[in-house]
């Protein structure tokens, strides 16, 4: 996954994480969309997106196994990255993203459990089922605002196409507006 690809979930998520507080169950793709609608837009220009890789584990394989997976996952996760967001893509604020997450991209159905904000402060935990068997549990904490977001992601996946059965990730990633668009 493309640190911009990153930097647009952790987008998405924020804004179903701004839907509400307190919730009884989750909100339906509809409901989030519909409220996303109402949240400040991000402003347009020249962003960075920093991810680290914090945490990663493959219980039940090889330690020396289990070591090459790491590297090569702290590879791709410490990177930064760099994007332009239009004018046009900060008008549509975050309902884009909601709308591809809802729509099964990528082969995961995923819903929210929990969400909560105060303050630009962000709590959320999400599930998602997809092919082969594969589940996700994804836990959110971090801080937004219009010109940065701020997110730690920590993750458990079930399959039983992964060695020992399951994989677990935490990674930090912090994204900014750094000025105007360059390109």
């Known amino acids: 996954m493309t640190s ?14 701004a839907c509400g507080k307190n919730a009884d169950q989750p909100k339906t793709a509809e409901e989030v969309i ?28 090889p330690q020396q196994q ?9 590879n791709v996760g410490d990177q930064s990255s760099s994007y332009c967001l239009t004018p046009e893509e900060a008008k549509k604020g975050f309902e884009e993203s909601i709308r591809k997450m809802s729509q099964n991209q990528g082969g995961m159905n995923c819903k929210f459990d929990t969400f909560d904000v105060d303050n630009g402060k962000i709590d959320a935990e999400m599930t998602c089922d997809g092919q082969q068997g594969m589940s996700s549990e994804m836990k959110l904490t971090g801080t937004a605002t219009a ?30 507006r750094i000025g105007e668009c360059t390109s």
């Open 147 to 176: 010109q940065n977001t701020s997110m730690r992601m920590a993750m458990t996946q079930k399959a039983a196409i992964i060695p020992g059965g399951e994989m677990r990730m935490e990674m930090q990633m912090d994204s900014k």
């Open 66 to 74: 289990a070591d090459r997976l790491k590297a090569v996952m702290g």
């Open 34 to 61: 519909a409220e996303a609608g109402e949240l400040a837009q991000p402003e347009p220009g020249q962003y960075e997106t920093k991810v680290k890789l914090l945490e990663f584990s493959v219980p039940g394989i």
């Open 4 to 17: 911009r690809s990153l930097a647009l979930t952790a987008c998405a998520v924020l804004a179903l994480a």
